[in-house]
């Protein structure tokens, strides 16, 4: 049978909430008929009560806890309650990590660059994914993998032929016909390509044996940016070169236009290609 | 085992008792930083922070025994010092009374 010295070691686990099943019920039994045992669980009852109410009243969250260790282990000559090998063992169960000076202050001055030269970034890295998708959709049009679905030399039926079908009022780009010029390049068609969920407008030209294509969508999905920039009309251009094509890229009323071509030249100098004869060869040429 | 002052809890918040209160928890934070580190920081981990014995193992990484013991040692000695702590108040509290 056992005695009060046995049950006297789980007077501690009782209190502590570490008595379980058989041992728990085998104590309350003994407790009922041992008066010695009684009084000490009482006496350990005033004890832990005690402890319970020296605690501070409230206890900080965690996410606060955490920053205070990592606070104390900065400033380890802050005098602190708690000894230092229990402030570093409680650090490695939570897993603290604590950046060095140096990468705390690399990170700082991140954070500053990033929100000083995050919008720009942002545009950039929109227009290079406008880019991009132009340049794709003009590769597949190469590739015969993109056929145009309206095929026509005027621009008012290709212009009809989108009405609806893009979610945006699309517009072509004043070009040579308006000027009374004779046109070094022709309208070929049009046809819709996927973009950011949604369709964007390739219309296709065709120039000196050479294909051309315009990639056209809403300035709220599209961003032109970056490259060479040159304002012209009101309007400024973006010359830039990706593998063997020259894209110039730029947005009016609304809408962002991507034009890729492999005509030869740097990117300004492919427009005049088809502007050389045009009334606007002077604002092409004056940024040369 | 202690006198009143320590181990009653006061019900009413009057001022006597506001003050019995703030000085028993001074003495039982005073009481826990006499104790040796290992018995002090069993102490906070389970009366404090009141982590379970297999918890308090992973921190102080130690096995779970090992806890059980040290807490009934740390627990024995912090009674020790509290008791010890309450005769100097009372022999204090006797002179102050003569």
């Known amino acids: 049978m056992k005695g009060c010295d046995y049950y006297g070691m789980n007077i501690q686990l009782y209190l502590d909430k570490e008595l379980t099943g058989q041992d728990l019920e085998e104590f309350h039994a003994h407790l009922e008929e041992c008066p010695i045992c009684r009084t000490e669980l009482e006496a350990e009852e005033a004890l832990s009560g005690l402890l319970h109410r020296s605690r501070p009243l409230y206890s900080a969250p965690d996410a606060l806890r955490k920053r205070v260790i990592q606070v104390a282990e900065l400033l380890p000559s802050t005098a602190t309650a708690a000894p230092v090998r229990l402030r570093e063992r409680i650090a490695n169960i939570l897993n603290v990590n604590r950046p060095s000076w140096p990468v705390l202050v690399t990170a700082i001055l991140l954070v500053a660059v990033g929100l000083l030269l995050g919008p720009g970034i942002l545009r950039q890295w929109r227009a290079n994914g406008y880019i991009e998708t132009a340049v794709a959709a003009h590769r597949s049009f190469l590739g015969g993998s993109l056929p145009l679905e309206i095929q026509s030399e005027s621009p008012s039926i290709v212009t009809a032929w989108f009405a609806g079908k893009v979610p945006f009022t699309f517009r072509l780009p004043n070009s040579a016909e308006e000027s009374g010029y004779e046109q070094l390049y022709r309208l070929a068609g049009g046809r819709l390509v996927n973009y950011k969920g949604g369709y964007a407008a390739l219309i296709a030209y065709q120039a000196q044996q050479q294909k051309i294509s315009l990639l056209v969508s809403s300035s709220r999905s599209a961003v032109a940016a970056g490259g060479e920039e040159v304002p012209s009309g009101g309007i400024v251009f973006h010359y830039s070169r990706q593998a063997s094509f020259n894209i110039i890229t730029w947005s009016t009323h609304g809408l962002t236009y991507a034009l890729v071509s492999s005509l030869p030249g740097s990117g300004r100098q492919s427009c005049l290609v088809c502007h050389q004869s045009m009334s606007d060869d002077d604002r092409f040429s004056a940024g040369r | ?98």
């Open chain 2, 1 to 98: 085992m202690f006198p009143a002052v320590l181990s009653s809890h006061p019900q009413t918040h009057t001022t006597f008792n506001l003050y019995v209160s703030k000085m028993e928890t001074e003495q039982v934070r005073a009481a826990i930083q006499e104790l040796p580190i290992p018995f002090r920081e069993i102490i906070l981990l389970r009366e404090y922070e009141e982590l379970s014995y297999q918890e308090i193992a992973g921190v102080l990484d130690c096995p779970v025994g090992t806890v059980m013991s040290r807490l009934g040692r740390a627990r024995a000695k912090l009674r020790e010092l509290l008791s010890a702590t309450s005769e100097r108040s009372d022999s204090s509290s006797v002179r102050g009374s003569k």
